[in-house]
């Protein structure tokens, strides 16, 4: 989940999914989700957390902090976390792209201060959105199984292995100083959370199941972020993404 294109993208599926769940329902076995029971149980104490201490955090942060303030805290993290981004160009093969994310993470992070500002994207670099699951996916893997695991969300089998990895990538998991890590995590957190709070209150406002809401919202991005934007369409009738 990196940049503003990518935030973009995620409200605009959610709002693409209004009509989706109303009135819809389905069962584990016609969506593809084997483990469902499990899963809303999972659904339900993330929401329960979220409404009780993240969301109004979040809400807070973001009325009292100002817009370019909150804008250099995103690069921040974002830069943190990009070779996860470039490691993948290469192994999807997307050389080039490779290329043009480590010029973009040099400059950023030199000129940049650390990533707090984007100048790469002002000079034509633009930020791209790869981890290990789009690399699986893009190599034919499946999902196998939708998954919700608790405090990280909407996930599924094939996005799995990129927990470790995106962990090992990210420039903050070598710092080694608790004093430093765990302020810098709840942080990340809270920014990560303020990003979708506009898309969180849609669904709430508009899904009479927010557990199938969030569950294809999460298929469909998948989706457009596996095949860069572009999926054929024959993949929206597929159970697997």
């Known amino acids: 989940m990196t940049g503003y294109r990518c935030r973009m993208l995620a409200l605009a599926v959610v709002l693409g999914l209004l009509g989706l769940t109303t009135g819809c329902a389905s069962s584990p076995d016609s969506m593809g989700d084997p483990f469902e029971p499990i899963n809303r149980g999972f659904h339900a104490i993330n929401d329960g957390l979220d409404d009780i201490i993240v969301r109004p955090i979040a809400e807070r942060y ?6 370019g303030m909150r804008e250099g805290v995103s690069n921040f993290f974002d830069n943190a976390t990009y070779p996860n981004v470039i490691l993948n160009d290469f192994l999807q093969g997307k050389f080039k792209q490779g290329l043009m994310d480590i010029g973009r993470f040099l400059v950023n992070s030199t000129v940049g201060f650390g990533g707090l500002f984007d100048i790469a994207s002002g000079m034509g670099w633009i930020e791209h959105d790869e981890d290990l699951g ?3 996916g893009y190599y034919g ?5 939708y998954l919700e695991l608790p405090l990280i969300g909407p996930s599924s089998i ?4 990129n927990v470790p990895v995106s962990t090992y990538t990210n420039l903050l998991f070598y710092i080694g100083e608790s004093a430093v890590t765990f302020p810098l995590g709840i942080l990340r957190a809270i920014d990560n959370r303020s990003q979708y709070l506009e898309a969180t209150r849609l669904r709430d406002e508009s899904a009479l199941d927010t557990y199938i809401f969030t569950r294809e919202a999460f298929r469909q991005r998948r989706m457009y972020l596996i095949y860069d934007g572009d999926p ?6 597929d159970t697997e993404y």
């Not at 973001?62 to 817009?67: A, D, L, S």
């Not at 893997?141 to 199984?145: Q, R, V, Y």
């Not at 094939?158 to 292995?161: G, L």
């Open 62 to 67: 973001v009325e009292y902090t100002p817009e």
């Open 134 to 136: 789009q690399t699986l």
């Open 141 to 145: 893997f499946g999902e196998m199984a």
């Open 232 to 237: 054929p369409l024959e993949e929206f009738d």
């Open 158 to 161: 094939r996005d799995v292995p």
